[in-house]
């Protein structure tokens, strides 16, 4: 299918903020003066790691940017090429983030950084990233999701997540777009580590997740992997309660100034 978006990605401060803020609650929260393996989608600017790199330049150990189009591929190695003056070391992969073969057990932090919508065809792939301990105990998972356009509710969304609206018994429709917006990564994580039999020995914790405005609407969610138990109902409710949006200013228009 041809790609919508142009060639560069470049996103506004929307995004940048509100990767920061998270980066910075699981860095508190998870590795504290420790480091990771970085594992992310590459776009053209790699801005990602730029940003992570002004946190904390020791925080990488080493950096894997993976980039599946082949013309934004070739702007992320010039990207790569800039940032290897400034003494960062980033290597860049032609190929899609699900094939990266882990090869180390160091913590590891995964970034999603998605333009669509994280949909339930995202649980096949991290059904198989859990059972190849790919994604493991100890790591972070940062997920993009796109808010912005109407996806269906009801034709769509309120079908694939069908079960999971039952078991929290929510029927109202309201409700139910509330909670797509806020949990929507956490229902489709549940169901990968589910397919991958994992739900009684990996413990999953969003451990925040903030709502922002770039040329549309998006939300980053969050994540740890720990050792232990997932339960639905707390994950989701822990989901819930750690959900932050930046708020966005409209400018005065000539009428109202
Ligand atoms: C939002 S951009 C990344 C922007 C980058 N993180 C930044 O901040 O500069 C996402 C990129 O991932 C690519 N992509 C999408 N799915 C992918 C996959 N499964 N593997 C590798 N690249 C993928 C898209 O072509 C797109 O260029």
Redesign the pocket.
Known sequence: MA?KGSVE?R?GPG??AA?HLLLGVWIRRYVRNGSCVYV??????????Q?LIFINQALASSIYS????AD?FQLACESRDKLLKIGIKVECVP????EYKRASNERHLF?L???GIYDLEYAR?FELLFKSNTLREGDGLLV?SHLGHNPGYIKTVFRWFEREFQWLNITDTEEKRELYRVAHPSFVLYRALEQADLIDTLSLTCFGSVQYFDTSSMGLYGYAIGAGQTQFRNFIADTSARAFSIPTVRRPTAATR
Request: net charge negative; charged share 30%; proline share 0%.
């Open positions: 790609r990605t996103y995004k940048y990767f992310t989608l590459g776009g053209t600017e790699l801005r990602d790691i940003s993976f980039e599946i189009a934004r190929t899609s983030i699900f970034f950084d998605l333009e792939d993009t």
